[in-house]
Every structure is written in structure tokens, then in C-alpha cells.
């Protein structure tokens, strides 16, 4: 007796264009493989714009002595689109996001603007002012405070020993200055996170380079990576795990890159150059502001600190 393949009246179960199952009876034969063939020769490829998917098979009756008895009923699932195949060893994938990340800045690039108070009435030559009193003058307008008492016919912009300018001071772009320390901001800094996917073949991911991986975790790159100069990539570690068949390992990779940067102000001082991931710190003191003439923390040095190691990304083994 021929394999028949006949489709059931109560076939075609079909949900809203997403999915469809078309079921099937399955006649003379005692071997599996053989009845979904016959499905898979009698199915339509595409059903209502869907794809078939793998099928399956269901025994109903299975006689191995008597082959021409035996049922079996199989189901042809559809679905908008082909299944994704899973990656061949060697292949690779990529994701990535440049969401930033937080660094705490006691200096600015530049200072916008500076301002002090200006309230005080305007000064006049026929007023006598006593020590600690404030009047404005000039153009833009600067609030002073009398020095001493009798203050009387002395302009301030002329009198230096009379007036003493309330302006606010220059701290060179130091960030939160306190009597006693510069506290500084929480910003966000650019940084570029990726990660890249590896399928590797299980004889390259011996102990050897499983030990290099963990190595280089916490690595700057000492080369050119992905584009990225000397200096601007850190490796941040691998995750990985064998897959089914035993051939190869998935391997996720993950990176960070922050840019490198050259002639950096500090007040008055220039920073030539600073790798992505070297830190920056700026030691203060208290100077004498010569406009305001008042005691200021300003910077007084720059120190360029390397807390990563280099290492050669060439020992990923994932090229460069």
C-alpha cells in the first residue's frame, strides 16, 4: 500500500494572519521520517502569505509488522516569517550604546559668566560715606564698599584706598567653591559601550585562551581597535558559553571607549594630551584674586594618572 497524505476537514486553524496549522492523515507507513516526507510533499510551502515551519508528527497507530494499518497525524505550522538560523561557527554580532556615563568634574571648560551684587544706590560726590557702606558706579555697573569712614568726594574707579570693588571672584573655573574645598559636579561624560558576539570553534577555546581573556579584562588597548586610537578602548571582560552540538563556543565580548584629548585649559594651566581612560585630578589652593582682591581656591597644578593597564587586544583573537 502507498504513504497517503490527505489533509483533515478540521484543518486550516488560522489566527489573525499571524500563524496558520493545516493538519494532515497520514497512511502506510510505520517510519516517522517517512510520514512527515509525505506531509512535507503534500503541505503548500506558503500558506496565506505565511512560511512552514518544521512539522510534527503525532502516531495515532503504529504497527512495524503490518505498515499498510498504520496512522499518524501531522501538523504544518505556518508563520509570517523563515526562522532565524542559528550562527555558523565563525561568524560574529554586534550591539552597542552610547548612553554616557557619569564622572565627578571639579573643573570646568569655561566659565559663562560671573556676577556680584549692584543694589546699593548709586554714589554720590556730595555724600558722606561711613566705613562698610556700598554704592555703585560706572559702566557696566560695580558695586564697592567704603574702606574707611569720611568718605566724601572720592569716586570709587579713582580711589583704590577708599572703595574696594565687589566683584565676584575668579576661580580660574574651579566648580563649588567653599571657604574650605571645591566640591564640583556629577556630569555626564561621553562614553561609547559595545559588545560583540563570537562563535568560535571549541578547539580555539582551550585553558590558554580562556586565561587570556581573563588577563586582559581591565585593559586599555595599546593599538589601533574597531577604530579606536591607543588608549580610548577598555576591555571590560567576556562571557561565554558552549553550545549544543559541541562545535563552538558563543563568546560575548564587551567594550568601553572614551576619547582621547589634547591641549585641555585648567585655569591657567595647559594639559597637552590625555588618554580616554587616564584620570585627571587638579590640585587647589587659596591666591589672591587680583580682581576682587580676595582670598580664592584656584588650580595650581594637573596631574594625569594611569589607573589601566595596557595589553594587546590581538590575544582576543577576534582581530582588530
Given at each position: 500500500?502507498?504513504?497517503?497524505?490527505v489533509?483533515?476537514?478540521?484543518?486550516?486553524?488560522v489566527?489573525?494572519?499571524?500563524?496558520?496549522?493545516?493538519?494532515?492523515?497520514?497512511?502506510?507507513?510505520?517510519?516517522?521520517?517517512?510520514?512527515?516526507?509525505?506531509?512535507?510533499?503534500?503541505?503548500?510551502?506558503?500558506?496565506?502569505?505565511?512560511?512552514?515551519?518544521?512539522?510534527?508528527?503525532?502516531?495515532?497507530?503504529?504497527?512495524?509488522?503490518h505498515?499498510?494499518?498504520?496512522?499518524?497525524t501531522?501538523?504544518?505550522?505556518?508563520?509570517?516569517?523563515?526562522?532565524?538560523?542559528?550562527?555558523?561557527?565563525?561568524?560574529?554580532?554586534?550591539?552597542?550604546?552610547?548612553?554616557?556615563?557619569?564622572?565627578?568634574?571639579?573643573?570646568?571648560?569655561?566659565?559663562?559668566?560671573?556676577?556680584?551684587?549692584?543694589?546699593?544706590?548709586?554714589?554720590?560726590?556730595?555724600?558722606?560715606?561711613?566705613?562698610?557702606?556700598?554704592?555703585?558706579?560706572?559702566?557696566?555697573?560695580?558695586?564697592?564698599?567704603?574702606?574707611q569712614?569720611?568718605?566724601?568726594?572720592h569716586?570709587?574707579?579713582?580711589?583704590?584706598?577708599w572703595?574696594?570693588?565687589?566683584?565676584?571672584?575668579?576661580?580660574?573655573?574651579?566648580?563649588?567653591?567653599?571657604?574650605?574645598?571645591?566640591?564640583?559636579?556629577?556630569?555626564t561624560?561621553?562614553?561609547?559601550?559595545?559588545?560583540?558576539?563570537?562563535?568560535?570553534?571549541?578547539?580555539?577555546?582551550?585553558?590558554?585562551?580562556?586565561?587570556?581573556?581573563?588577563?586582559?579584562?581591565?585593559?586599555?588597548?595599546?593599538?589601533?581597535?574597531?577604530?579606536?586610537?591607543a588608549?580610548?578602548?577598555?576591555?571590560?571582560?567576556?562571557?561565554?558559553?558552549?553550545?549544543?552540538?559541541g562545535?563552538?563556543?558563543?563568546?560575548?565580548?564587551?567594550?568601553?571607549?572614551?576619547?582621547n584629548?589634547?591641549?585641555?585649559?585648567?585655569?591657567?594651566?595647559?594639559?597637552?594630551?590625555?588618554?580616554?581612560w587616564?584620570?585627571?585630578?587638579?590640585?587647589?589652593?587659596d591666591?589672591?584674586?587680583?580682581?576682587s582682591?580676595?582670598?580664592?581656591?584656584?588650580?595650581?597644578?594637573?596631574?594625569?594618572?594611569?589607573?589601566?593597564?595596557?595589553?594587546?587586544?590581538?590575544?582576543l583573537?577576534?582581530?582588530?
Amino acid at each position: 500500500m502507498p504513504v497517503t497524505c490527505v489533509e483533515k476537514y478540521e484543518s486550516r486553524q488560522v489566527t489573525n494572519g499571524q500563524s496558520a496549522d493545516l493538519i494532515y492523515v497520514v497512511r502506510g507507513t510505520a517510519d516517522h521520517q517517512a510520514a512527515i516526507n509525505a506531509v512535507l510533499a503534500t503541505a503548500p510551502a506558503i500558506f496565506g502569505g505565511m512560511v512552514l515551519q518544521p512539522v510534527k508528527m503525532e502516531p495515532v497507530h503504529v504497527d512495524e509488522q503490518h505498515p499498510d494499518t498504520c496512522v499518524w497525524t501531522g501538523t504544518a505550522s505556518y508563520s509570517k516569517s523563515d526562522p532565524q538560523p542559528d550562527p555558523e561557527t565563525g561568524e560574529s554580532g554586534y550591539s552597542f550604546d552610547t548612553g554616557g556615563g557619569t564622572q565627578h568634574l571639579t573643573q570646568s571648560f569655561s566659565t559663562a559668566g560671573k556676577y556680584a551684587p549692584n543694589q546699593a544706590a548709586a554714589w554720590s560726590s556730595t555724600t558722606t560715606y561711613a566705613e562698610g557702606a556700598c554704592a555703585t558706579a560706572g559702566s557696566p555697573v560695580v558695586q564697592y564698599r567704603s574702606m574707611q569712614a569720611g568718605n566724601l568726594n572720592h569716586a570709587p574707579a579713582t580711589s583704590p584706598t577708599w572703595w574696594s570693588p565687589m566683584l565676584a571672584p575668579d576661580f580660574k573655573g574651579a566648580i563649588g567653591v567653599t571657604q574650605d574645598s571645591v566640591e564640583g559636579v556629577d556630569v555626564t561624560v561621553p562614553v561609547f559601550n559595545f559588545t560583540e558576539t563570537h562563535y568560535i570553534d571549541a578547539d580555539n577555546v582551550d585553558g590558554s585562551y580562556k586565561n587570556a581573556l581573563y588577563a586582559l579584562t581591565g585593559k586599555i588597548n595599546n593599538a589601533m581597535f574597531r577604530g579606536l586610537a591607543a588608549g580610548e578602548c577598555l576591555f571590560l571582560g567576556a562571557s561565554g558559553s558552549l553550545r549544543g552540538n559541541g562545535e563552538d563556543w558563543e563568546i560575548t565580548f564587551k567594550f568601553a571607549a572614551s576619547p582621547n584629548r589634547t591641549n585641555i585649559i585648567i585655569g591657567d594651566i595647559v594639559v597637552p594630551s590625555k588618554t580616554g581612560w587616564q584620570y585627571m585630578w587638579v590640585r587647589y589652593e587659596d591666591a589672591v584674586d587680583s580682581t576682587s582682591q580676595k582670598f580664592v581656591k584656584q588650580p595650581v597644578a594637573v596631574y594625569i594618572e594611569n589607573v589601566y593597564e595596557l595589553g594587546s587586544f590581538a590575544g582576543l583573537g577576534i582581530g582588530s
